[in-house]
């Protein structure tokens, strides 16, 4: 029940298209849904996260899409580029619980082509 | 604004040795938090401290490994009598004071190779 489901595990686009990636989570006690972006050799960053009183949230180029009786949510990158090719990790955690713990989904490695 | 800082950055130890990692939190962050990402794999929840306190280590091996965060000075992760499997890269993490604070901010994590 802790578990955050990732997929793909990779990605190819091209510069300019649209980048999907998708998580899904079994614990409805869940309340905060974080993606990072991580480069080679360097710590994830935070790039977005969405709490669930809200079906969508949109920063720049970077959304993320909640559907809470699904259990379900994905980031978007519209207008991809070179530069967001990276792995990204989907997360989730409960607030107010007893630990700030982050659950990681398993990663997508998305390379976005010239 | 310094970020959170780890070190060192690398680190090789043989077989048996004693790995200390290190984690200066964002100034004025009093929650810290460990993960470790073994090859092709994402991040796995290890323990979480506050000042002087272990909140939830649920995610520590029982054995060989321990935490702390002291009141003055970083955070340490300490891997004794180290194995190949300790293998990975280790990131801190840490997150604002205050009830509902949940926002975490990543180091750039200790890379420890085990020989």
């Known amino acids: 029940q802790q578990q955050v489901k990732q997929s793909p595990q990779s990605l190819i686009v091209q510069k300019g298209g649209i980048s999907i990636i998708n998580c899904a989570y079994e614990?409805?006690?869940?309340?905060?849904f974080p993606w990072y972006q991580q480069f080679p050799g360097k710590g994830p960053a935070l790039l977005i996260a969405?709490?669930?009183?809200?079906s969508e949230k949109k920063e720049g180029r970077f959304t993320i899409s909640f559907n809470k009786s699904a259990k379900q949510f994905s980031l978007h990158i519209m207008d991809s580029q070179p530069g967001d090719s990276a792995t990204y990790f989907c997360a989730a955690l409960r607030v107010g619980g007893a630990t700030n713990k982050l659950i990681f989904g398993t990663g997508t490695l998305l390379a976005v082509q010239p | 604004n310094a970020g959170v800082m780890q070190n060192p950055r690398h680190l090789v130890r043989r077989r048996g040795q004693e790995a200390r990692l290190r984690c200066s939190p964002v100034?004025?962050?009093?929650?810290v938090y460990w993960y470790r990402q073994l090859p092709e794999e994402g991040l796995k929840f290890m323990v979480y401290l506050q000042k002087e306190n272990i909140i939830d280590e649920s995610g520590m091996p029982k054995e060989r490994f321990s935490a702390e965060f002291p009141k003055e000075g970083p955070s340490i992760l300490r891997i004794q009598q180290v194995v190949r499997g300790d293998s990975a890269a280790y990131f801190c993490?840490?997150?604002?004071?205050?009830?509902?604070?949940?926002?975490?901010?990543f180091g750039p994590g200790t890379r420890l190779t085990v020989t």
């Open positions: 100034k004025g962050h009093s929650h």
């Open positions: 993490a840490s997150s604002p004071n205050g009830g509902g604070s949940y926002e975490q901010y």
């Open positions: 969405i709490r669930p009183d809200v």
């Open positions: 614990n409805t006690a869940f309340d905060y």
